[in-house]
């Protein structure tokens, strides 16, 4: 069977917590394993907390978005949020995996 996939990243919310129950947590994994198994780039959006910042880290998200990174900024506050996110990063991301990890 040949199915052409048009697009090459997979974005998973957490608004609802993936790791709530069983079911939530399953459907998260899969999608998460069939991204990674097509080589696609997966973007975790609204991460809220360093709960759902952990989870994604444990199951291998590649990238992440959401209120516990940054909210909504003017471009020209850009540069002072990286400053504070380069302090802020090795407390919550000792592996320096998910945003800015290179």
């Known amino acids: 069977m ?11 919310s957490c608004r609802i917590a993936a790791w709530a129950n069983d ?5 998260f994994d899969a999608s998460l394993g ?8 997966v973007v ?4 809220e ?3 759902d910042w952990d989870f994604l880290r444990q199951r291998g998200c590649d990238l ?7 909210k909504a900024m003017p471009a020209e506050d850009l540069p002072a949020w ?9 407390k919550v991301s000792p592996t320096n995996t998910l945003p800015g990890a290179d």
């Open 64 to 70: 992440a978005q959401g209120y516990f990174i940054a």
């Open 82 to 90: 990286l400053v504070t996110w380069e302090v802020r990063r090795p």
């Open 2 to 12: 040949r199915q052409a996939v048009a697009t090459d990243d997979v974005k998973n």
């Open 23 to 27: 079911t939530q947590r399953a459907m």
């Open 49 to 51: 907390d360093l709960a």
């Open 44 to 47: 975790a959006e609204g991460v």
């Open 34 to 41: 069939l991204a990674k198994q097509l080589g696609m780039e």
